[in-house]
């Protein structure tokens, strides 16, 4: 895999399949592949590469000039070392649920009862781990290459200014940490970053938000029975955005995770101070924009909603079918639509018969919103009729855009790819 920064090499077990865009190396029986993966994944490769070919577009050409240097006598303990990455790494994956190593065990089990803060904490600390132990396998492959300490430094110092690192000392004090450091983590070197996260106790915002969006990816998850859990399902794949997902439906979740204990300090603490808002206004206002992009605008959880959201609801990629919006409509939004009318007939008829003007004039306030919101689900239910007149079909197998972008008029967000 190659960026304009630096080049990324994987290793992925039997079964996978490249395209003509990739590079790849077999790797012969009786050689061990954490082995060859740790001399091509290190810094000095890294600089090579790019050396020979400063492109975007490393060729198989280029690979073949890497000089492969073979020592039996570190091949152990190397490659040992090598797996010992690769598994941090898979543990950094099995957090996120967008990965193919996700494990749910890891919020329902592991992290049950800890806080948001002791979950990332958790994170940081096999972070620190793993980029500890790649600055070793560096060491070691400079070693290999019997490269100079003076052209060690002048490598890093070239590979540090590929990659925009700046900061590459540890800052002096806790005050220049939180100045310079703490929500520069691009900047920062990765090994710094993190003993000083784990040192000063002090997690950048960044982080908190990106494990609040895995927490409601997670809990969503339970709502549409993607895992297995105790809380309430919605089995044809849809849930109104409203308090009643908050009391029916979240806080079970959240109670299932991080536990009754944490539940008051999330919802009133950590929430605010992160997300800048109360939960359910994050989930109408920003929730679905988090989630597309953290899915890579690939999201499974869809927020429709009226043009001025008085109506929003999340529907379930996995679960769409060809009824879906017709149960949206008849099961969903009728009835909210009934109810308001019924509302609205109600202070209509207050409004005329108030005994003082003040009175009236209240009434006629309500009048007022309640036509608007009468006026947005009208809207809202003809944009899905011409969606389904448009002929619109789902076809999960075709993969998320294709679903997804038919339903553009009534998306929160609009997906274009």
């Known amino acids: 895999m190659v960026g304009s920064k630096s080049v990324g090499v994987r290793?992925?077990?039997?079964?996978?399949?490249?395209?003509?865009?990739?590079?790849?190396?077999?790797?012969?029986?009786?050689?061990?592949?954490?082995?060859?993966?740790?001399?091509?994944?290190?810094?000095?490769?890294?600089?090579?590469?790019?050396?020979?070919?400063?492109?975007?577009?490393?060729?198989?050409?280029?690979?073949?000039?890497?000089?492969?240097?073979?020592?039996?006598?570190?091949?152990?303990?190397?490659?040992?070392l090598i797996e010992e990455i690769v598994n941090l790494k898979k543990q950094l994956l099995s957090y996120k649920d967008k990965?193919?190593?996700?494990?749910?065990?890891?919020?329902?089990?592991?992290?049950?009862?800890?806080?948001?803060?002791?979950?990332?904490?958790?994170?940081?600390?096999?972070?620190?781990?793993?980029?500890?132990?790649?600055?070793?396998?560096?060491?070691?492959?400079?070693?290999?290459?019997?490269?100079?300490?003076k052209s060690r430094d002048a490598i890093y110092n070239e590979l540090n200014n590929r990659r925009k690192i700046r900061y590459t000392n540890p800052p002096k004090s806790?005050?220049?940490?939180?100045?310079?450091?703490?929500?520069?983590?691009?900047?920062?070197?990765?090994?710094?970053?993190?003993?000083?996260?784990?040192?000063?106790?002090?997690?950048?915002?960044?982080?908190?938000?990106?494990?609040?969006?895995?927490?409601?990816?997670?809990?969503?998850?339970?709502?549409?029975?993607?895992?297995?859990?105790?809380?309430?399902?919605?089995?044809?794949?849809?849930?109104?955005?409203?308090?009643?997902?908050?009391?029916?439906?979240?806080y079970d979740c959240i109670e299932l995770t991080i536990g009754e204990e944490h539940l008051e300090k999330f919802l009133e603490e950590d929430i605010p101070r992160v997300l800048k808002k109360d939960l359910l206004s994050w989930i109408?206002?920003?929730?679905?924009?988090?989630?597309?992009?953290?899915?890579?605008?690939?999201?499974?959880?869809?927020h429709v909603c009226s043009p001025n959201k008085t109506f929003n609801a999340l529907i379930y990629y996995h679960a769409l079918t060809s009824d879906t919006l017709y149960k949206l409509k008849s099961n969903y939004l009728k009835p909210m639509l009934e109810n308001i009318r019924e509302d609205l007939s109600f202070y209509r008829e207050k409004m005329k018969t108030a005994g003082d003007k003040k009175q009236a004039k209240q009434f006629e306030k309500r009048v007022i919103e309640l036509e608007k919101q009468v006026d947005d689900l009208e809207a809202f239910d003809k944009q899905i009729d011409?969606?389904?007149?448009?002929?619109?079909?789902?076809?999960?197998?075709?993969?998320?855009?294709?679903?997804?972008?038919p339903l553009n008029p009534i998306l929160a967000k609009k997906i274009e790819k």
């Open 284 to 302: 109408v206002e920003d929730y679905f924009k988090e989630h597309s992009s953290y899915y890579e605008n690939r999201p499974i959880y869809w």
């Open 11 to 80: 290793y992925l077990p039997e079964g996978y399949i490249f395209d003509a865009s990739n590079s790849f190396i077999s790797i012969k029986e009786g050689i061990n592949k954490f082995y060859i993966l740790g001399i091509l994944a290190s810094d000095l490769i890294d600089f090579l590469i790019k050396t020979f070919n400063p492109t975007i577009n490393v060729t198989q050409d280029d690979i073949h000039r890497i000089p492969i240097v073979y020592d039996n006598k570190i091949e152990e303990d190397f490659s040992k």
């Open 174 to 250: 806790e005050t220049e940490w939180r100045k310079n450091y703490l929500n520069k983590e691009s900047a920062v070197d990765p090994l710094t970053y993190s003993e000083y996260v784990l040192q000063y106790q002090t997690i950048p915002e960044s982080y908190l938000k990106e494990q609040i969006i895995i927490l409601f990816n997670i809990y969503f998850g339970f709502i549409f029975n993607r895992w297995p859990s105790k809380v309430a399902k919605r089995n044809d794949g849809i849930v109104l955005i409203n308090d009643s997902l908050l009391e029916d439906y979240l």
């Open 386 to 405: 011409d969606i389904i007149a448009s002929g619109y079909e789902p076809d999960i197998d075709q993969g998320v855009l294709y679903n997804i972008k």
């Open 99 to 149: 990965s193919k190593l996700f494990n749910i065990d890891l919020y329902t089990n592991h992290f049950k009862n800890k806080s948001l803060q002791q979950i990332v904490y958790e994170k940081f600390k096999i972070m620190n781990e793993l980029h500890r132990k790649i600055n070793i396998s560096n060491e070691i492959v400079f070693e290999l290459y019997n490269i100079s300490r």
